[in-house]
């Protein structure tokens, strides 16, 4: 148990080392939609951190009476508060209208720390399923998903309140609480991680932010089609991941600090990365720029978790802006 905690803490790690490069290449390249690494790391690095969230939200003893409240506190109250900070950076700006920026937040999570937001809304759809039936409450959070998948894209209804992102990202968050459960059976499946490797580069190659995707002569517009293909990368991705990180049984003390504070780092690195990215104009040759990025990057990782240091030392502002609840852990 020891060591698969510690895969798990390793793995949230890598994940967040992706999101923040994958910052830094849309900060710092041009056409960044036609950029290979940005592509492959987009593929699968949301998957991933969502999949891992139902992973661990697996229990062999159930959900606790608590549950929601627990999440709501460390999803949700964390988002709000770090959505007045965005606000308050943006009141920076000339053109800064506090009424409409709130809206914009409010309605379009994406706009934040969307993750979270979607996220708590995954975590309550599972206390439901689970208070209504705890023997078919995985069977009842599948039914679920095919309603609200075909609704929501046959409505023509646009990405409010992350409806679309969550209806893409939540068959990982269900295929992560599964593998959990029948933890057996996905260590077989991952064992052959690197069969699938060559495929994951492959694939990635295609892979575009828009719902189409871009493979010549070939139609893959329809919706049910992109769909399927971008959620195979994702599944593919997530088992390359673990399947690589279960090679290892040891891991670097920082590695895993890291990986246990990815929350900070998620909701500061934008702060951090507008305030040490300018650096990376001055270099033009492509090697050198792209382990500058690197070097950034783990810059970055640096300032948001020293940052979060300070934040902790304050049992408000940890509840606030980490949703950590000191009273809880008493």
Avoid at 6 to 13: E, Y
Avoid at 243 to 260: E, R
Avoid at 271 to 286: A, D, E, K, P
């Amino acid at each position: 148990m020891k060591d698969r905690i510690q895969s798990l803490d390793a793995i949230k790690a890598f994940a967040i080392f992706l999101v923040v490069f994958g910052h830094m290449l849309q900060k710092c390249v041009g056409d960044v939609d036609d950029n290979y690494l940005f592509k492959l790391i987009y593929s699968f690095h949301m998957p991933l951190f969502i999949f891992i969230s139902g992973f661990v939200s697996y229990r062999k003893d159930g959900l606790k009476d608590k549950y929601l409240i627990n999440k709501f506190i460390g999803l949700l109250i964390p988002y709000f508060s770090w959505i007045l900070v965005l606000i308050f950076i943006s009141s920076f700006n000339n053109t800064f209208d506090f009424k409409d920026k709130l809206i914009q937040y409010l309605l379009y999570p994406d706009n934040g720390l969307w993750f979270l937001w979607v996220l708590f809304w995954m975590q309550s759809v599972l206390y439901i399923c689970f208070l209504v039936s705890k023997k078919y409450h995985i069977l009842l959070l599948g039914l679920f998903f095919i309603i609200y998948f075909f609704v929501v894209f046959f409505s023509g209804i646009d990405n409010i309140f992350c409806v679309k992102t969550f209806a893409f990202l939540f068959p990982f968050f269900i295929l992560g609480y599964i593998s959990n459960k029948h933890i057996i059976i996905f260590k077989r499946v991952i064992f052959k991680w690197w069969l699938l490797l060559p495929l994951l580069l492959i694939m990635a190659y295609f892979w575009h932010r828009t719902e189409k995707i871009n493979i010549p002569n070939i139609p893959l517009n329809p919706v049910l089609i992109t769909y399927l293909y971008k959620s195979i990368i994702g599944v593919i991705g997530v088992i390359v991941v673990f399947g690589l990180f279960s090679i290892f049984k040891n891991f670097n003390k920082i590695v895993l600090m890291i990986g246990k504070n990815t929350l900070p780092i998620y909701a500061m690195n934008f702060i951090f990365i507008n305030w040490i990215g300018f650096v990376l104009i001055f270099f033009q040759n492509i090697i050198l720029f792209y382990f500058v990025m690197l070097i950034v990057t783990l810059l970055v990782i640096a300032c948001s978790l020293t940052f979060d240091f300070y934040l902790k030392k304050s049992k408000i502002l940890s509840l606030l802006f980490l949703g950590i609840n000191f009273k809880q852990k008493q």
